[in-house]
Antibody, heavy 119, light 107 residues
Framework: EVQLLESGGGLVPPGGSLRLSCIAS????????MTWVRQAPGQGLEWISL????????YYADSVKGRFIISRDNSKNTVYLQLRSLRVEDTAVYFC????????????WGQGTTVTVSS | DIQLTQSPSSLSASVGDRVTIACRAS??????VNWYQQKPGKPPKPLMY???SLQSGVPSRFSGSGSGTDFNLTISSLQPEDFAVYYC?????????FGQGTKVDIK
């Protein structure tokens, strides 16, 4: 069974930083692109970032471009999301997801890690 | 960026009803649409991919259709466990985007 386990969330003041991690198990990790999706309290889903299997190609939503950095370590089956210059509006549950082949659906989701940006 | 607009934003239905949720894209996206179901406090669950293909383990009462700009998710006979929020999601290009969600609740 493929599983994704996020960690690293917490309470951080505006302007602060965090690094989220997502460890994958039950799959050949370096075969798959990975994404991060977030969900603010009571709101819908927001796609944040995508990294392809080799780790050399990344994309970001405009809302986080220049502040967040996605990376991966295939030797550790782990994808990271570095969050910098955090804003109150970045408060959300952050989900790590695996991207499948045909039409690239997000076919496996972690349980999420909560980031709260508040003074 | 491609905008996805779902309609309705919410609906009330009874067990056994046929329910259809629409998703309209701001430009043509072929069949690069996927659908997810989310229940409170849980991560989204994948339902459909490539507009009309059922994810493994998803009941056959769920179906998807459409191409280009207009897509539908249909539940042929609503069951108690289907009351949830449903999202469409485009993977035609980046940034990938989601619809705003459709909440299906009990009438």
């Amino acid at each position: 069974e493929v599983q994704l386990l996020e960690s690293g969330g917490g309470l951080v003041p505006p302007g602060g930083s965090l690094r989220l991690s997502c460890i994958a198990s039950g799959l050949k990790f370096d075969n798959y692109a990975m994404t991060w999706v977030r969900q603010a309290p009571g709101q819908g889903l927001e796609w944040i970032s995508l990294i392809y299997s080799t780790g050399t190609t990344m994309y970001y939503a405009d809302s986080v471009k220049g502040r967040f950095i996605i990376s991966r370590d295939n030797s550790k089956n782990t994808v990271y999301l570095q969050l910098r210059s955090l804003r109150v509006e970045d408060t959300a549950v952050y989900f790590c997801t695996k991207m499948a082949g045909v039409a690239n659906p997000l076919d496996v989701w972690g349980q999420g890690t909560t980031v709260t940006v508040s003074s | 960026d491609i905008q996805l607009t779902q309609s309705p934003s919410s609906l009330s239905a009874s067990v056994g009803d046929r329910v259809t949720i629409a998703c309209r894209a701001s430009q043509g996206i072929s069949t690069y649409v996927n659908w997810y179901q989310q229940k409170p406090g849980k991560p989204p669950k994948p339902l459909m991919y490539a507009a009309s293909s059922l994810q493994s383990g998803v009941p056959s009462r769920f179906s998807g259709s459409g191409s280009g700009t207009d897509f539908n998710l249909t539940i042929s006979s609503l069951q108690p466990e289907d009351f949830a929020v449903y999202y469409c999601h485009q993977t035609y290009n980046t940034p990938r985007t989601f619809g705003q969600g459709t909440k299906v609740d009990i009438k």
